[in-house]
């Protein structure tokens, strides 16, 4: 199995703004890591997904102020939020013929993270933005494969997930 991670990352002040080119601090996860990772959370929940060769999925790193807009034009909230994800899969969708899911990338969909709203999570909870920024991106990728929370039992049943899958790549969460 394959796995393409397209990163897309905007550069931190300490501060947590938007940094300028003169001050830039690079997020603290690699492009490469970020694929490693999303490849062993895939591999754990192949079961829930369709059958393919490859996957696909956009990860896109950025601040408040445009996950801020990005939730009020597509949740109509106008506030910042840790994660979005924009899932590409139809439930129920029509299956395409083998020959043609097997030969492209099947395309997941895209996972927005704000580390600004990362940062201060991260120092609220007593773990590093390194944790953090994953526990928000198999969030993310839970939602992309159909996973939601409208109530309590679900919630927790995600969460008991992401922790499995945090486990899975060597970080765990301070409690």
Avoid at 83 to 94: G, H, K, Y
Wanted: with cysteine; hydrophobic share 40%; net charge negative.
């Amino acid at each position: 199995m394959q796995v393409e991670v397209s990163v897309q990352d905007c550069y931190f002040t300490t501060s947590g703004s938007v940094a300028s080119a003169a001050d830039e601090l690079p997020c603290p996860i690699s492009t490469p890591t970020w694929e490693n990772w999303f490849y062993q959370w895939l591999e754990t929940l192949k079961s829930e997904i369709p059958p393919a060769n490859a996957y696909e999925l956009s990860l896109r790193l950025t601040d408040d102020t445009e996950i801020q807009a990005l939730n009020a034009e597509y949740r109509q909230k106008n506030q910042p939020t840790d994660v979005l994800a924009f899932a590409a899969l139809e439930v129920n969708s029509p299956q395409l013929p083998n020959e043609i899911q097997l030969s492209v990338p099947l395309y997941l969909g895209d996972v927005v993270i704000s580390v600004d709203t990362a940062h201060r999570q991260a120092k609220q909870q007593g773990h590093s933005l390194q944790t953090e920024l994953a526990w928000l991106a198999t969030h993310g990728l839970l939602h992309l494969l159909g996973w939601d929370h409208p109530d309590e039992e679900s919630l927790m049943e995600m969460l008991n997930q992401q922790e499995t899958l945090l486990q899975i790549v060597n970080l765990t969460l301070q409690v």
